[in-house]
């Protein structure tokens, strides 16, 4: 009897719950891989037309029927080509054997020897800008300057950025643990709403943030303030330690968290 009662809990009751649990957790990761890419309007578009077709399929609206049954398919094929970069992107994430772990350990002792040279940086104020490529891979970015494939120190970030160096006016770009150029150059913002006072150096740090998951951190030459891109947005002038730890946490899970953007901003250098 307590053996059947069991199966029966277990049947009626425990499976259900995993049954609910599971799809939940799918459902919400899949919603983290589509927020980092523009294959959430894909989404958007697709519920759309299957809304509009439920009204017209409940409203008896033949004509309406008619007409989604014959664009339908155009439509989803066109998606598909417009947005065929974000779904590459999302079926390989899905292929990641990082796809189903809660978070990534992120390299907090690059995180740390970066600030350690970012800070230096700040007090000197010596423009930089350094990128952490995440999930969207940087090569076309990365071609555009100087290849390294080099550890990651505090001397080369240094170096890099020091004020007469060749290099010093683009981008540092680390990816996969280690710095993998240095000089190359970022797309910038078309935003029609960026305060005129932020100059190239945040544009592109911007630019980039739009259009990649990339975290870009930027040193102000004219303040020394430290700001931080990601997400489509640009964080001016935080502490050092609130960079630090944001790097930390994004890296690690690889999802947009929001962080408060400051309302006041300084003039930096164009």
Do not use: C
């Not at 719950?17 to 939940?24: H, N, Q, Y």
């Amino acid at each position: 009897m307590n053996a059947l009662l069991d199966i029966w809990v277990v049947r009626e009751i425990v499976l259900p719950v995993l049954d609910v649990l599971l799809l939940g957790f799918l459902i919400y990761r899949g919603y983290q891989i589509l927020a980092q890419t523009r294959a959430v309007q894909l989404v958007r578009g697709a519920l759309l037309l299957g809304g509009l077709y439920a009204v017209a399929f409940l409203l008896n609206l033949t004509t309406v029927r008619w007409i989604i049954d014959l664009l339908a398919p155009t439509f989803v094929i066109g998606l598909a080509i417009i947005f065929q970069p974000e779904l590459r992107k999302i079926f390989t994430r899905i292929g990641q054997a990082s796809w189903l772990s809660s978070s990534q350990k992120a390299q907090a002792h690059i995180v740390d020897t970066v600030m350690s040279a970012v800070d230096e940086l700040a007090r000197s104020r010596t423009g930089a800008l350094i990128v952490f490529s995440r999930s969207v891979g940087q090569k076309n970015v990365i071609e555009t300057g100087t290849q390294l494939d080099a550890e990651v120190s505090r001397e080369l970030i240094l170096s890099i950025f020091e004020n007469g160096s060749a290099l010093h006016d683009g981008a540092m770009i680390i990816e996969g643990g280690r710095a993998a150029s240095a000089g190359s150059f970022l797309p910038l913002s078309d935003q029609l709403d960026i305060r005129r006072s932020f100059g190239t150096r945040h544009r592109a740090a911007l630019g980039l943030a739009e259009e990649t998951d990339a975290l870009v951190v930027v040193v102000s030459e004219e303040t020394g303030a430290i700001s931080l891109a990601n997400d489509a947005n640009l964080y001016y002038d935080l502490g050092r330690d609130e960079v630090r730890l944001r790097l930390i946490e994004l890296l690690e899970s690889e999802t947009s968290t929001d962080i408060r953007r400051v309302e006041e901003i300084a003039e930096v250098e164009d």
